[in-house]
């Protein structure tokens, strides 16, 4: 018995696929793809959901999702479900060459299965990216809330009224999502991700913003940054890292098809050459020895 709700799921449609593969498609199509979190239950997915169609009378005019099975199952060397993916793709390929040229009504259907089924996937994906920028906005939030009890011993000294501002601004973000969250109200999750959207959808400005508010909280570890001529903006993308995300997840986020050149012009100013040790695990360690932390 599989542990998870998509294995039981994934299990309980290829039961079905014999005697019910209607059952079995509408199972297979509402299943959130959120639930397939790994490439064994992406393949299998495809796998099940391309034979469900075909059981059910409906053509694809190519084979985009059973090659989702397929390149999985032959880079594992999985031979029977690499066979089981062959001769169903054998028989998509050869239904789809039976389909008349004027059946617009088919291939119409066929063309909006496949765009449903691979738009599912990437709102999956994009959802994935937009929590991996909410944790950094969290940290940088979380950073705020320190900023705050340090500045509650030190009085006497003023803090940056600009930083200040961006504190207040992120907390009362914090809030909402906090609220949100603790809330079973669906106009309240929405209210929280608006705010997180306006928060980081002018990039620039969010990097930047980032640097300032780090800068309170870390100045040592700013400041050598800005020693070896970092500018506002690449401090910030700095700063991205050191609060946990990838360089895959940096990339996505400032949108840039640049992101490698930056990248690379930014270690060369860090002093760390093309093959040196991962820059987010460089960047946390020097905030570790500069702050302590």
């Not at 019910?20 to 509408?26: G, I, L, Q, T, Y």
């Amino acid at each position: 018995m599989h542990d998870s709700d998509a294995e039981r799921l994934l299990d309980n449609a290829e039961a079905h696929l014999e005697m019910h593969p209607d059952s079995a498609f509408v199972e297979l199509d509402s299943l959130d793809r959120s639930q397939l979190n790994t490439s064994a239950l992406r393949a299998r997915h495809a796998l099940l959901y391309s034979i469900a169609l075909e059981k059910c009378g409906i053509s694809m005019m190519n084979d985009s999702i059973i090659n989702i099975a397929l390149d999985y199952y032959s880079n594992k060397g999985d031979q029977e479900n690499t066979e089981t993916a062959r001769i169903w793709r054998k028989i998509i390929l050869e239904h789809a060459g039976t389909v008349a040229i004027a059946d617009t009504l088919q291939r119409q259907n066929s063309r909006i299965i496949q765009e449903r089924y691979a738009d599912k996937f990437e709102l999956v994906e994009k959802r994935r990216q937009a929590w991996a920028i909410i944790v950094a906005a969290l940290g940088a939030l979380a950073s705020c809330i320190m900023i705050i009890r340090r500045y509650a011993y030190r009085l006497k000294q003023k803090p940056d009224d600009e930083a200040m501002e961006l504190i207040r601004q992120r907390l009362a973000v914090l809030d909402k999502v906090l609220a949100s969250h603790i809330s079973s109200d669906d106009k309240a999750y929405r209210i929280s991700e608006e705010e997180i959207e306006n928060l980081i959808a002018d990039r620039e400005s969010f990097l930047i913003s980032t640097k300032i508010v780090f800068k309170e909280n870390h100045p040592k570890f700013i400041s050598i940054l800005e020693q070896k001529g970092l500018t506002d903006w690449e401090t910030g993308y700095c700063c991205l890292y050191t609060l946990g995300l990838k360089g895959k997840e940096v990339g996505e986020f400032i949108q840039k098809k640049r992101h490698y050149i930056i990248s690379s012009e930014i270690r060369k100013k860090l002093g760390l050459g093309e093959h040196d040790t991962n820059i987010g695990i460089w960047l946390r360690r020097l905030l570790s020895e500069t702050e302590g932390i």
